[in-house]
Nanobody, 124 residues
């Protein structure tokens, strides 16, 4: 099993930057090829934001954010970091990190383990 714990959400102003962290624990070697970030706004479906494999060499980004987002791994801390700049109102929602055994790291249905989420609010 794998557990994921997100942190770093909060209320920000439009145009601000934000750093979200996801600490991964459990049997990572057996269960984790990649870790992804997804978000869900009220009344909308959960959508893919970005993902990275554990070694860091394979990354993927949603087109809507790829110019404003970086994703990285801090392996000594078992942490995946998502950094976003130029936040917009459409970036608001609950951000979830998740772990997958699959190389299809941009597909939510292939993710096996999910965190509880962290809320991001963007005000203008």
């Amino acid at each position: 099993q794998v557990q994921l714990l997100e942190s770093g959400g909060g209320s920000v102003q439009a145009g601000d930057s934000l750093k979200l962290s996801c600490v991964v624990s459990g049997d990572i070697d057996a269960n984790v090829y990649g870790v992804g970030w997804f978000r869900q706004a009220p009344g909308k479906e959960r959508e893919f934001v970005a993902a990275i494999n554990w070694s860091g060499g394979h990354q993927d980004f949603a087109e809507s954010v790829k110019s404003r987002v970086t994703i990285s791994t801090d392996k000594p801390q078992n942490t995946i970091i998502l950094q976003m700049t130029g936040l917009e109102s459409d970036d608001a929602g609950v951000y979830y990190c998740a772990a997958t055994r699959s190389m299809l790291i941009n597909v939510a249905t292939f993710y096996d383990f999910w965190g509880q989420g962290t809320q991001v609010t963007v005000s203008s």
